[in-house]
């Protein structure tokens, strides 16, 4: 893999909580690249990248605002995108738009393309945040357009991922499964391990919303295909040795199992979800509205 697409796949992991996978990748970059004077900022940033990250992880505001200063000086553009995801985790939902606005603006001026998706991106989860997924719909397409015109590849899976989890949320989770069934085959056969993972997970969740207007028996069906498609997820996640997502994964199948009245795999699920819960720091349970 080459230099940019590895550095991808480390800003995604980290994006997403799964500092093992992270540090990982990180590991992986060093040792690829040496730390030369070039890279030596580059690896000091991704340091606070995931410095910063965890902080938000773990609810500590106000050290990853206070890691924004570093950020910034490292790499202004980066610093400012992250001051707006702080905003947004306070609720600070307005200013957080105004400042997302405004470095869209500044990177399509400087032809910025990635940041560009990725401020997109953002917006629109700032949007269904705000109970608006209607209006996410244009800005996600915007995303995937440029990220198709420029061919990268890893925005367009991670776009895709937003616009089925928009669908989703809006109530039409068959509509998502279309989407995911035409886009899934290059996410699966190119995609990083960890978009490969989501992927499955954001099926599963599908067929499960789908599955509730089922009559019984083909309802059953749907969740035991639903929890195949998470075992398929978990071994990605595993692969990747993402712990948060893997505990995510068990404490959804523990559900389906209850449903389906399968109880020793239901607690078995709910032993592995109940050790990954006390081992990571955590806020609330996971939900099956996560992306």
């Keep these: 893999m080459q230099f940019h697409s590895l550095l991808s796949v480390f800003s995604l992991a980290v994006s997403r909580g ?48 206070s890691l924004v200063t570093g950020i910034t000086a490292l790499n202004g553009i980066e610093g400012v995108y992250r001051k707006a995801v702080v905003l947004q985790a306070q ?15 500044y990177c399509q001026k400087l032809k910025n393309t990635e940041m560009v998706i990725s ?46 989890f928009a669908q989703l949320i809006l109530g039409i989770p068959e509509q998502a499964l279309t989407l995911l069934h035409m886009a899934i085959e290059p996410i699966l056969a ?52 993402c712990k948060e997502r893997i505990r995510d994964v068990v404490y959804f199948q523990a559900r389906l199992y209850h449903t389906l009245g399968k109880t020793q795999e239901r607690n078995r699920c709910a032993m592995l979800f109940r050790q990954l819960h006390q081992e990571l720091p955590s806020h609330g349970v996971p939900l099956i509205n996560h992306l």
């Design 91 to 105: 609720n600070q939902m307005s200013e957080a738009h105004k400042l997302l606005q405004k470095l869209l603006t």
């Design 119 to 164: 401020v997109l991106l953002s917006v629109a989860e700032l949007y269904w945040r705000s109970s608006s997924p209607t209006i996410a719909m244009p800005v996600l397409l915007q995303a995937l357009a440029l990220s198709k015109e420029y061919r990268l590849q890893y925005l367009a899976s991670e776009t895709v991922l937003n616009l089925a």
């Design 190 to 241: 190119d995609g990083a391990i960890l978009d490969k993972g989501r992927a499955m997970f954001l099926v599963a969740k599908c067929q499960v919303a789908s599955a509730a207007s089922y009559d019984p028996p083909k309802k059953a069906e749907a969740l035991e295909s639903a929890i195949e498609n998470l075992n398929e997820a978990k071994n990605y996640f595993a692969k990747v040795d």
């Design 18 to 65: 799964c500092f093992a996978a992270a540090a990982e990748v990180l590991k992986h970059l060093k040792e690829r690249f040496p730390p030369n004077t070039q890279h030596a900022q580059l690896w000091m940033l991704c340091d606070q990248k995931i410095q910063f990250d965890r902080a938000m992880n773990d609810g500590k505001y106000h050290l990853a605002d």
